[in-house]
């Protein structure tokens, strides 16, 4: 029981040396997590009889270890944002039309759009050094954490539907169900204040999980695929709240002909964290407590290592007695009410002045990507949440000073998660040195790989 | 994949006679009961009064078909109580222990599918030729991706890029048309774009042991973030000579394109769709007669064995799956210059997953793949059809049941379907 991938014959040798890093201890686990951007060792680092040199040895630790290369990713996927930048902005394309007279002019326009977009992206994330006062300037991170917060959420329901062997594309039916049911109670029903935004929240929550509950259910007792059921439900899920949202007396506002609900009631509202001039709200104290959870649940709980038990290896887990499509049906009731976090987040926190269907805001699928940055490991995927959130709130201030299009954030989030997801590629680019060349290769499988 | 084979006993010999165990399963009488109530509650809940017609061919058309004229609630209950029947019949072959002969589900589902038209048409005329092709023409790039995520699977790349492939191939069509004002160059154009992205797949799952599912699904955030970028800083400042795609013709097939029904759905179509049906010809042939789809069904299968018998199995697996993207990019053009619209932000809307749904859905099988991706067409379509002739249901159910009927599909009817051994797997040399 101790050792639930013992029983694995069918794995070649180098897969299994993987495997022991995932059921590992936490804080071993934590080092692998990229987004953790610790500075510990990596996992394989030679013992040195002999070490050369003190900064020898730390310096070999720094330019192989995880943090250098997401970094470097980063800093790549940042380039080639550059790049488009620059390829696609007007004064430098009239500029490099006389390139060979004057090449400084290009250069020039290549600086000023690329900076201008970067200084942009980072004054409407982080910090905005036009502003006068502290309080005004510092409001860009506030709005970055509210983006993070149903990031966050999301990605944690995602990942740990990966850590059992599962891929929950349904985020999007589930955030929708989960903010269909928190909004009806937040706007339908008057209650003390607390306790209203209490039942809307744990409405929300039991909503979600119950519409991922269906795929869990589906696959453990016929076997069906999750990836098509979670699909499925997505679109059914968007459908229903559509007829809800344009059918009087259900989720439509009264007297109105708009597919919209009306306002939530200020008792449901979640509080805003830092005052009225900032729109961070509590939702983001329930995603660290969520986040919290899931470390909890995944790491310190029977349940979780019977979890990540099934998702390195199924057959292994059900010799070793764990009922296996219970399993299953438990990870999507957790995954589901974690969405259904992201869900209610959005109606009560973000967008409470009445939601659509378009609630979601496609943050169903960002989830995944946030997921699969933080390699799945709580603590990574709040990170990664957080970056994402950053991207998210400085894309939009960057489309509007500089009129570069809010997509770029796409490009560039998707490629730090291909480069991070190959050090080698990385290593390659920038010739650091392999910190497995001295050993046999040992390929770098990601957890998910094995769950299949 | 199938278990009957199993059963029979080999051809030759007299006495030996195996002991076998048939499996069977209640799911297909449970599944019919429930569908079999749901058409009873319609016609007791919400019983539709007038005629139903169904017009069997277009003015244009050289034979003239009569049209078809049934009163609706007699019509339904007759279907009702067949229904029911069919229900009874797999119900007491199962009792039996035998299975379910696949024609009684076909037979089911046709029926159900014409009483609930009956039903839903009722005091109205249903043009079956326009409900027919719209299916087959909202099926086009589904089909092509569930071929593209067929061949991927089998070379055991699990491809959830078809999204990406889509657009990636309807941007590239779109812009490449307008560009030279030759569709043919778009859809040459369309499918190295979608081979690109097909390639960029096959690499990181393949050379950098990336998790495929990992690759599949940010590259469709890259495809959608590339083209969106510069579709809004490119294309829409310049959409006159960058954006505006000529469309294929369609080119009607001399004789063929005269035969009643199948002649105006079929063969009245662009080259795109003539060129589905060869695909999906060539897929099959390709995959379970040819030396290449032995190979390639053996590193999907087994790499190992493969490459102890000398196939390459990472070269084979980064081919096909950068085949795969080129089918897909080739589906995307549909979106484009296939039907004549311009190429907009995210305009494949989510076909990629309906592919591979359809993938799974099919079993891994080109043909059962097609087939399940000419369902989900025909579900779209017929929500169009019956919100231009005005149905009782509200058009949101409508659109929903298309993925209800394939949640029903997967967990009652198709069950636990088998993936390529070694899908999703990558393989490392030892």
Avoid: C
């Avoid at chain 1, 269906?214 to 007792?221: C, D, Q, S």
């Avoid at chain 2, 003239?64 to 009163?71: F, M």
């Avoid at chain 2, 390459?312 to 995307?332: D, P, S």
């Amino acid at each position: 029981m101790s050792d639930p991938q013992a029983p694995r014959g069918d794995a070649p040798g180098a897969t299994e040396h993987d495997a022991d890093v995932v059921l590992e201890e936490p804080q071993a686990a934590a080092a692998v997590s990229v987004a953790t951007a610790d500075q510990a060792a990596p996992a394989g680092a030679p013992a040195e009889v002999e070490p050369p040199s003190r900064w020898h040895t730390m310096f070999q630790q720094i330019v192989t270890g995880n943090a250098i290369i997401s970094v470097l990713a980063v800093f790549l996927a940042l380039v080639v944002g550059a790049i488009m930048i620059a390829f696609t902005d007007e004064r430098v394309q009239a500029a490099s039309v006389y390139f060979f007279a004057r090449p400084g002019d290009t250069f020039v326009a290549i600086w000023d759009s690329v900076s201008g977009a970067y200084s942009a992206l980072f004054q409407g994330s982080i910090y905005n050094f036009r502003r006068d006062t502290f309080a005004a300037g510092i409001r860009p991170l506030t709005e970055t954490l509210t983006f993070a917060t149903p990031l966050i959420a999301g990605g944690l329901g995602v990942g740990l539907a990966f850590r059992v062997g599962m891929f929950n594309i349904g985020g999007r039916g589930q955030m929708l169900i989960a903010a269909s049911i928190a909004g009806w109670i937040a706007f339908g029903f008057d209650l003390p204040w607390g306790i209203h935004m209490l039942v809307a929240l744990i409405g929300g929550l039991i909503g979600g999980a119950l519409w991922a509950g269906i795929a869990g259910f589906l696959k453990a007792r016929t076997g069906a695929h999750e990836v098509i059921v979670t699909i499925m439900l997505n679109y059914v899920a968007f459908y229903l709240v559509s007829w809800m949202l344009r059918t009087p007396g259900l989720l439509q506002a009264p007297g109105s002909s708009n597919p919209k609900t009306p306002p939530m009631k200020e008792t449901a509202i979640f509080p805003a964290l830092l005052g009225p001039q900032y729109n961070l709200h509590f939702g983001f104290i329930l995603v660290i407590i969520a986040t919290v959870v899931v470390w909890w649940i995944l790491n310190r709980s029977s349940l979780g290592f019977r979890f990540r038990a099934v998702g390195e290896n199924p057959n292994a887990a059900r010799v070793a007695g764990i009922n296996v499509k219970s399993m299953y049906v438990y990870a999507m009731l957790i995954a589901g009410a974690l969405l259904g976090l992201a869900g209610v987040s959005q109606v009560l926190g973000t967008v409470t002045t009445g939601f659509t269907a378009g609630i979601d805001a496609g943050i169903g699928f960002d989830a995944i990507t946030v997921a699969l940055l933080g390699r799945s490991t709580p603590w990574g995927i709040f990170v990664a949440g957080v970056l994402f959130g950053a991207f998210k709130a400085g894309g939009f201030s960057m489309q509007a000073a500089e009129g570069v299009p809010i997509e770029i954030v796409l490009v560039v989030q998707s490629l730090i998660v291909l480069f991070i997801a190959a050090p080698p590629l990385v290593r390659t680019i920038f010739r650091l040195p392999d910190p497995s060349r001295r050993r046999r290769a040992v390929p770098n499988v990601t957890k998910e790989v094995k769950a299949k | 994949m199938s278990t009957t084979t199993a059963q029979q006993p080999a051809p030759g010999s007299q006495t030996i006679s195996l002991a076998t165990t048939v499996v069977t399963s209640w799911k297909a009488p449970i599944a019919f009961a429930v569908f079999t109530l749901a058409a009873l509650a319609l016609a007791v809940f919400a019983p539709a009064e007038g005629d139903t017609t169904f017009r069997l061919s277009s003015p244009t058309d050289a034979i003239q078909l009569p049209e078809i004229t049934v009163p609706a609630m007699p019509t339904l209950w007759v279907v009702i109580v067949l229904l029911a029947l069919l229900t009874g019949y797999s119900a007491w072959v199962v009792s039996s222990k035998r299975k379910v002969p696949l024609w009684t589900i076909v037979v089911f589902a046709v029926l159900f599918m014409f009483g609930f038209l009956t039903w839903a048409a009722a005091g109205a005329s249903l043009p079956m030729i326009g409900l027919l092709f719209g299916s087959l023409s909202l099926a086009v790039p589904l089909i092509y991706g569930s071929l593209a995520g067929v061949l991927g699977e089998r070379a055991g790349v699990i491809n959830i890029a078809i999204e990406g492939q889509l657009l990636a191939g309807a941007f590239t069509a779109a812009v490449v048309a307008s560009v030279t004002g030759q569709p043919f160059l778009g859809l040459i154009a369309a499918m190295v774009a979608g081979m690109l992205v097909g390639m960029v797949l096959a690499a990181f799952a393949i050379k950098y042991f990336v998790d495929q599912v990992i690759v599949g699904v940010v590259l469709n955030v890259l495809i959608i973030g590339l083209t969106s970028f510069f579709f809004s800083q490119v294309l829409s400042p310049n959409a006159a000579a960058l954006n505006t795609p000529p469309r294929f013709d369609r080119w009607p097939i001399p004789l063929l394109g005269d035969i009643p029904i199948i002649g105006p759905v079929l063969f009245r179509q662009t080259v795109i769709v003539y060129l589905m049906y060869i695909a999906v010809a060539l897929m099959y042939f390709g995959l379970f007669h040819t030396k290449w789809g032995l190979r390639v069904r053996a590193v999907g299968e087994h790499p190992t064995a493969a490459d102890t018998v000398g196939i390459k199995v990472n070269r084979t697996r980064f081919w096909n799956v950068a085949l795969a993207g080129a089918i897909a990019g080739l589906g995307g053009t549909f979106f484009t210059i296939g039907s004549g619209i311009a190429f907009n932000k995210e305009m494949t809307a989510g076909a990629g997953f309906i592919a591979l749904a359809a993938v799974i859905f099919g079993g891994w099988h080109p043909i059962k793949a097609a087939l399940a991706a000419l369902l989900f067409g025909f579900a779209s379509n017929l929500q169009n059809t019956l919100s231009v002739i005005g149905s009782p249901v509200p058009s949101e159910f409508m659109l929903m049941l298309p993925y209800l009927v394939t949640i029903f599909a997967v967990a009652g009817l198709v069950g636990k379907v088998r993936a390529p051994a070694a899908d999703g797997k990558p393989y490392i040399k030892s």
